[in-house]
């Protein structure tokens, strides 16, 4: 099989490229590298079954190359910052909604059938029903990228019923592990090395959240692509526990051995579509066989031990 990873340089994408590589895939690693990472794929460029190409999903020609030849492609480019939406409220449309309908039109165009899309939790806003199945109703929506990510699988599914694709659509919850980029626990950390005293939390520090070590999704995605079959796939990742943002701050700050003062800011959430309580329910993806082992606690102590021996990627963001 042959593979086209866009975002391929970013943290799950990286993973995404090896983990293909390792069972014998050829793959193209796509990424225009803003914000994804050379670094992470050092060892896969080595790769004689890898190519890495530096290019934007938007461009049709370049990416029209890259796809060429494929047999599926894992759609990971995209604007992943939720807080800083309201700052730029066309860099969601244009990455993430735009992005994904010029990357299902490329692959229309090459005859390439199957797509792997990355959602989100988010797409759920605020909603009534805990744990949250993929069934629940859609409340409005409360974040630009949960809003530009819905979107994304509406333009997937109808690719798939009008063009006989096939789509894997996963919303995750918060993405933890080696290569992470961005989020609380790099926030966190960032701040600790800057000023060990003190540590400013957005929101009341009792919102409860889902988080996910990278290896345990990219095993949900696996387990789903061998077993799943219809037109459209869609399956909730998470774990069956959540944290208040309070526990992740004490297995931090408990972690790097300091006691800083903590102060909260923004309420009951920490920004505009921040939401107080996400917690997925994955009976879906139980079902065909698959378990997380890596609990919260553990995937943000990796995760923190991760980004103490990198420090480069600090300094790279």
Not at 69 to 80: K, L, M, P, S
Not at 102 to 130: K, Q
Not at 149 to 168: D, I, N, P, Q, T
Request: net charge negative.
């Amino acid at each position: 099989m042959r593979a086209l990873v866009t975002g391929g340089a970013g943290f799950i994408g990286s993973h995404v490229v090896d983990r293909l590589l390792a069972d014998g895939h050829a793959v193209v690693a796509y990424d225009n590298f803003a914000t994804g990472q050379e670094r992470f794929l050092e060892e896969a460029s080595r790769h004689s079954q890898c190519q890495v190409v530096r290019g934007d999903i938007l461009d049709r020609e370049t990416l029209g190359s890259a796809v060429s030849g494929c047999d599926i492609v894992f759609h990971f480019a995209a604007n992943a910052d939720v807080r800083f939406g309201v700052d730029c409220p066309e860099r969601d449309l244009r990455q993430n909604t735009i992005g994904t309908f010029t990357v299902l039109e490329t692959m229309r165009i090459h005859g390439v059938r199957r797509i792997v899309f990355p959602s989100t939790g988010s797409v759920y806003g605020e909603p009534d029903v805990f744990p949250t199945p993929e069934d629940a109703p859609f409340p409005r929506q409360t974040s630009l990228y949960g809003a530009a990510k819905l979107a994304g699988e509406a333009l997937v599914s109808a690719y798939c019923e009008a063009f006989g694709f096939r789509g894997y659509v996963f919303r995750f919850v918060s993405i933890l592990g080696e290569r992470y980029s961005h989020g609380h626990v790099f926030d966190f950390y960032r701040q600790l090395r800057e000023h060990p005293e003190e540590l400013r939390v957005l929101g009341d520090g009792h919102q409860r959240k889902s988080y996910l070590y990278v290896h345990d999704c990219l095993d949900a995605m696996w387990c789903a692509l061998e077993q799943a079959s219809d037109p459209v796939n869609i399956f909730n990742l998470g774990t069956d526990e959540y944290c208040e943002v309070n526990d992740s701050v004490r297995w931090i700050t408990e972690g790097l051995g300091l006691a800083p003062a903590l102060s909260y800011a923004g309420g009951v959430r920490g920004w505009v579509g921040d939401s107080p309580f996400i917690f997925l329910d994955c009976g879906r993806i139980r079902a065909l066989g698959w378990r997380p082992r890596v609990s919260i606690r553990e995937g943000i102590e990796r995760t923190l031990r991760y980004l103490q021996a990198n420090a480069w990627l600090l300094d790279a963001r």
